[in-house]
């Protein structure tokens, strides 16, 4: 698969908070971004997948968007054992060096 395919995992992440919680409002405060920006990033996610994720009314995952968040889980859940099985045994630290634009668009 070409990277350029990957969604940016800022939007798997909104996606995945926003099918779980169902409001605009608690995955922004979980996320620490805003409401917009919840809004912006599933849209980005529907624009790259070309189809609806949710029901605009109630929030309500689309039949494709149950799908995609199956795998959004299983993706993500394999990103959160890798640093604790790694870190067991040393415990080591990465630390960046980045400029404020670079973290605010791509880390945060």
Do not use: N, W
């Not at 995992?9 to 405060?29: D, G, N, P």
């Not at 199956?70 to 045994?89: D, K, M, N, T, Y």
């Amino acid at each position: 698969m070409s990277v350029t395919r990957i969604p940016p995992i800022q939007c798997l992440l909104t996606f995945e908070a926003l099918a779980r919680l169902r409001s605009v409002t608690q995955a922004a405060e979980e996320l620490c971004v805003t409401p917009s920006a919840v809004s912006h990033r599933v849209k980005q996610l529907e624009q790259i997948l070309g189809t609806k994720l949710f029901g605009r009314a109630d929030f309500s995952v689309t039949t494709e968007g149950s799908e995609y968040l199956a795998h959004v889980r299983e993706g993500l859940a394999i990103l959160e054992r890798f640093p604790s099985a790694q870190s067991a045994p040393g415990k080591r630290k990465l630390r960046l060096a980045v400029t404020p634009t670079f973290a605010r668009a791509i880390l945060i």
